[in-house]
């Protein structure tokens, strides 16, 4: 995902969530120091990413 295309889904999020999106960002980034900050601000956001067919990053919001 893009860093426009995730400033874009977090300018859509309350104020309270973006907090929370945050430690959940910074609690991703402890966990396993190789992930990046995009990365961990989109798990945190809940959107998981997979691989296309064509070896693409392909992001998609997480089923609860």
């Known amino acids: 995902m893009t860093k426009q295309a995730i400033i874009d889904k977090f300018e859509k999020l ?5 907090v929370e999106v945050l430690f959940d960002a ?3 980034m402890q966990q396993y120091n190789g992930r990046s900050i995009r990365t961990c601000i989109c798990l945190a956001m809940g959107y998981k990413m997979d691989i296309d067919d064509d ?6 919001k997480r089923k609860k």
């Open 55 to 60: 070896g693409n990053e392909v992001w998609e």
């Open 26 to 28: 910074l609690d991703y």
């Open 14 to 18: 309350s104020n309270p969530k973006k």
